[in-house]
């Protein structure tokens, strides 16, 4: 079956530091992936998807940027964070086929000071 | 490109019935509906892909209008775990990338 893992649940950060979030998917091979940020009470914000390794797509210009390294690894990542960047980041998989949704990882709450 | 999600909360007594609608101005390739519990990710309910098209498990069910422009969630004789926020998704392009209503927030009390 498959298992998406998102890394770590929980961070703390001071404005100007780096960050970067981790996302692996198991069970599965060549999956469409996302990086989505919810801040407290509000939506779902699409920030990066990719259709394969290295394929980047923004949605969202901003600070951070993403990468696909390996065909089931997706990394968000930012060199200067800012308070704005607070917020909830998940990340998802689906499958390259209309019939099924995505699939959440548990998310990273991230908090930047 | 987000859809526009009506209402932004409701409260029901268990055994009551809710709707929740999700719009768009233009047509829409695809519809996804997500529960998100209170600090948990959201979870895949369904995806509605044809105009016309109805689908639903246990008392919850969807519909896609002929136009593909609207789509309504029906909670029917609701139960204290459909509590949370409900999200549309919605898709234009069939290019595989949701963007999502701001959510209904559903609390049912006993």
């Known amino acids: 079956s498959q298992t998406i893992h998102q890394w770590p649940a929980t961070l703390v950060q001071p404005v100007g530091s780096p960050l970067s979030l981790e996302c692996t998917v198991e069970g599965t091979s060549n999956p469409n992936l996302y990086w989505y940020r919810q801040a407290a009470g509000r939506g779902l914000q699409l920030l990066f998807y990719?259709?394969?390794?290295?394929?980047i797509s923004s949605e969202v210009p901003q600070n951070l940027s993403a990468s696909r390294p390996q065909d089931r690894q997706f990394i968000l990542s930012s060199k200067k964070l800012l308070l704005s960047d607070s917020g909830f980041y998940l990340c998802?998989?689906?499958?390259?086929?209309?019939?099924?949704?995505?699939?959440f990882g548990s998310g990273t709450r991230l908090t930047v000071v | 490109q987000q859809p526009v999600q009506s209402p932004q909360a409701v409260i029901l007594r268990e055994g009551e019935d809710a709707v929740i609608n999700c719009s768009s101005s233009k047509a829409l390739y695809s519809v996804h509906w997500y529960r998100q519990k209170h600090g948990e990710a959201p979870v895949f309910l369904m995806i509605l892909l044809k105009g016309g098209e109805q689908k639903g498990h246990d008392k919850i069910s969807a519909s896609f209008n002929e136009k593909k422009q609207q789509s309504s969630l029906y909670l029917t004789a609701s139960q204290l775990s459909y509590s949370g926020t409900y999200f549309c998704?919605?898709?234009?392009?069939?290019?595989?990338?949701?963007?999502f209503g701001t959510g209904t927030r559903l609390t049912v009390i006993p």
């Open positions: 990719s259709v394969g390794i290295g394929q």
């Open positions: 998802a998989w689906r499958a390259g086929t209309d019939l099924y949704g995505y699939t």
């Open positions: 998704g919605t898709d234009k392009t069939g290019a595989n990338n949701l963007f």
